[in-house]
């Protein structure tokens, strides 16, 4: 994701400080990356100094001086070209997950080699398996919480779509892995 899109987008419902820009992501992304103060506000720096974003005064409001941030005409006409654009799919079919596997074969037979123990492929998937299911658990009760807004039950179920996908890989991968190690000794 985009942070600086993202700033933009909610600079685009008009001017914010800095900290209300952090509680705006954090409302309306509940389920991505946390983004921290410090990158709210590096980012509107270099939003201003690319003429994205612009300085719209200060104020103090009784506490601490806080700056005032604006989308510029620039900004908007940015904002209109990312949010127009396809976001293309994955370049890459490879993830962490099935470089764990390949490794647990590669490891296992050097390991076999000189008579000690390996990682086990299909123990890793077994694994892995119970650690998506945990979490597809903990996502579908936040959707089905009482009071939960529309944001949080979008999120979730982009989330669980994905896990959903990565669990029926590693059924189809553990039945396959016999096949996969011979692949992985043989190259």
């Known amino acids: 994701m985009s942070t600086r899109h993202v700033l933009l987008g909610l600079l685009a419902a008009g001017p914010c400080h800095g900290y209300d820009l952090k509680r705006q992501y954090d409302a309306r992304f509940p389920q991505a990356r946390p983004l921290a ?3 709210v506000y590096t980012t509107l720096q270099r939003l201003v100094r690319d003429g994205l974003a612009a300085v719209e ?3 103090s409001d009784g506490g601490p001086e806080r700056t005032l941030y604006g989308s510029t005409d620039e900004g908007a006409r940015e904002l209109a070209r990312w949010a127009g ?5 994955a370049p890459f079919v490879t993830n962490e997950i099935f470089a764990k596997v390949v490794v647990s074969i590669l490891v296992a037979a050097a390991a076999a080699r000189t008579g000690q123990g390996g990682p086990d492929a299909v123990a890793h998937l077994r694994a ?3 650690a998506h299911m945990e979490r597809m658990r903990e996502l579908t009760a936040l959707k089905a919480a009482p009071g939960a807004d529309l944001s949080t039950v979008l999120s979730a179920d ?3 779509v994905h896990l959903d996908a990565d669990v029926r890989w590693m059924t189809t991968t553990t039945a396959r ?3 996969l190690t011979a692949e992985v000794h043989a190259a």
Do not use: C, H, V
């Not at 654009?85 to 799919?89: Q, V």
């Open 85 to 89: 654009e396809i976001t293309a799919p």
């Open 37 to 39: 103060y410090g990158q």
């Open 158 to 160: 982009y989330a669980l």
């Open 57 to 59: 005064g200060t104020d």
């Open 128 to 130: 892995q398996r119970a």
């Open 177 to 179: 892995i016999d096949t």
